[in-house]
């Protein structure tokens, strides 16, 4: 396992950006990296995911276009544009060396704490 933690969210309008940043003592270069986010009354949603290896990256269908996950310096980003309410959410971070995707939230053995990200007008 390896410790993790999440930053960038905060309160935005609809329309607006932000970066979450998943970072940790160690670099993440040979993590398969995924971000997951949970809203009230919801189920924990794959948002995006970074393969280890040069393995590509993955997202859910809505987010798309809007979304965009990368490593830069053994951390991971997740640059998220064109904002919408139903983005909003507690957002994590989770790693681990072999994973089958973001439909298997439980693969991922190392899980962050989180950063809240609100949407609303």
């Known amino acids: 396992q390896v410790h993790l933690v999440e930053s960038g969210g905060g309160s935005v309008q609809p329309g607006e950006s932000l970066r979450l940043s998943c970072t940790s003592d160690?670099?993440?270069?040979?993590?398969?990296v995924g971000w997951f986010r949970q809203a009230p009354r919801k189920e924990r949603e794959g948002v995006s995911l970074?393969?280890?290896?040069?393995?590509g990256t993955h997202y859910t269908e809505s987010v798309k276009e809007r979304f965009t996950i990368a490593r830069d310096r053994g951390k991971v980003y997740l640059q998220m544009d064109s904002l919408k309410p139903d983005d909003t959410g507690v957002y994590y971070c989770?790693?681990?060396?072999?994973?089958?995707?973001?439909?298997?939230?439980?693969?991922?053995?190392?899980w962050g704490q989180g950063t809240q990200v609100t949407v609303s007008s």
């Open positions: 989770a790693a681990d060396l072999r994973v089958r995707g973001l439909e298997y939230p439980e693969d991922f053995g190392s």
């Open positions: 160690a670099h993440l270069d040979i993590y398969n």
């Open positions: 970074v393969r280890n290896g040069g393995g």
